[in-house]
């Protein structure tokens, strides 16, 4: 993953459903994560995307991936936490928070590289 290799690292995939009622993701998608530092969680009421909205400053791009409302879901969005950070009633201030896993790898690569 990420051709990173510190064992404490975590890595937290939160699915939540894009459309009301969506179920789950399939098998094949959830497959695609071989990592064994990858936690993968369904968030069926969208929790991590309201806590999300919460932080400050968070980008135009990951903020708005559905609808362009205040209630989207924050799909495909990269957030990178700083070692030992810990979720107190909120989140703790990211080192990297950007929209589109694809187009921010390097991006990704080079926070966790750290």
């Given at each position: 993953?990420?051709?990173?290799?510190?064992?404490?690292?975590?890595?937290?995939?939160?699915?939540?459903?894009?459309?009301?009622?969506?179920?789950?993701?399939?098998?094949?998608?959830?497959?695609?994560?071989?990592?064994?530092?990858?936690v993968q969680l369904w968030d069926p009421d969208r929790t991590w995307s309201d806590a999300m909205r919460d932080l400050e400053p968070i980008t135009p791009h990951a903020r708005w991936r559905t609808g362009e409302t205040e209630a989207g879901v924050l799909y495909d969005t990269v957030v990178v936490f700083p070692a030992k950070s810990r979720w107190r009633g909120t989140l703790p201030a990211p080192s990297l928070l950007v929209g589109g896993l694809e187009a921010n790898l390097d991006a990704l690569r080079d926070e966790v590289g750290k």
């Open positions: 993953m990420l051709n990173q290799t510190d064992a404490e690292m975590r890595v937290f995939a939160v699915w939540e459903p894009i459309l009301d009622g969506q179920p789950p993701p399939r098998p094949e998608a959830v497959a695609r994560l071989t990592d064994s530092r990858v």
